[in-house]
């Protein structure tokens, strides 16, 4: 897969990274692991500066990345059950691809409300340093898709046009070969959540605005979904109800009818925030010291 931008052409090396023996490192995995590494480095600073303990977010990691995991396969696997239904053992071989952000981000939040009613920790301070860090992870893990020759948009000549290779294009465009890169615009829009989060963040710290907990992931639900919702109507791998794609003719894209929801329930729980005058997070005894 090759990238076309205006200064230069990027041209995909494929997913496998490197092979040794049966041993095979996927640039797909690579980025995962960088995403969860910074997330956490950030998620842990973020913390400090609410008195969150950055053993308390450590222990957290494992279980919010298997939850994720589980959680996206078994979205992605219930959206597609008639790809399964006669070989269901195949929903197990995650390996071979197949899972959601949706049914990654409904996972991390289920184990995240348990493990803060087994800590006893307030589930609203915690979620809110976690979510600068699911942006920024969600804007290195999309890169995968570049690896991987997916998740890309409708045919385009526009200057930063994708090249897919011919195996990997639907059958409707085999005789298209450039594309929209919908996996950049959406690594593009999570960056731009991210440092609007951090800035919230910020400006909070400081006193400049009154960020009740809970707050910041409402705003981030909001953020994300917005920029999903246009999205996802490029691609070109939606997750369908009720129709097939690329277009879910006669049903519906379940992505942006989920950002939509999304959207109602940040809007919904902000309103409840600030309604409701909830207390303002202690800063803690870091508060001056600086943001990434």
């Excluded at 991390?108 to 979620?127: E, N, P």
């Excluded at 006193?207 to 907990?213: D, T, V």
């Amino acid at each position: 897969m090759t990238l076309s931008l205006p200064w230069a052409v990027f041209s995909s090396p494929g997913p496998l990274l490197f092979q040794l023996g049966p041993f095979a490192l996927r640039w797909y995995g690579l980025l995962i692991a960088l995403a969860v590494f910074v997330g956490l480095l950030l998620a842990t600073r973020l913390g400090r500066r609410r008195g969150i303990e950055p053993a308390l977010i450590a222990d957290l990691l494992p279980l919010l990345v298997a939850g994720a995991v589980i959680g996206a396969r078994i979205y992605y696997v219930a959206l597609e059950w008639r790809q399964y239904r006669s070989h269901w053992i195949d929903a197990l071989a995650i390996w071979r691809g197949g899972i959601a952000i949706h049914g990654a981000l409904l996972g991390g939040l289920l184990v995240t409300v348990v493990y803060c009613r087994w800590r006893r920790q307030s589930v609203w301070m915690l979620l809110d340093v976690l979510v600068p860090a699911v942006a920024l992870g969600q804007s290195i893990g999309r890169w995968g898709n570049f690896f991987n020759s997916e998740a890309f948009g409708l045919p385009t000549d526009l200057p930063w046009k994708l090249t897919i290779p011919v195996q990997n294009r639907p059958i409707q465009f085999v005789d298209s070969e450039t594309f929209h890169p919908t996996f950049l615009y959406e690594s593009i829009w999570n960056l731009g959540v991210c440092v609007l989060l951090l800035s919230l963040f910020r400006a909070a710290s400081r006193g400049r605005i009154q960020l009740p907990s809970g707050a910041l992931s409402c705003i981030y639900l909001m953020a994300y979904s917005s920029g999903r919702l246009w999205i996802e109507a490029l691609r070109l791998d939606p997750l369908c109800l009720l129709s097939q794609p690329p277009f879910c003719e006669g049903g519906l894209r379940m992505a942006q009818l989920v950002s939509l929801l999304l959207i109602a329930l940040g809007s919904l729980g902000l309103w409840w925030l600030y309604g409701q005058r909830r207390p303002l997070p202690d800063p803690g005894a870091n508060a001056a010291s600086s943001l990434p």
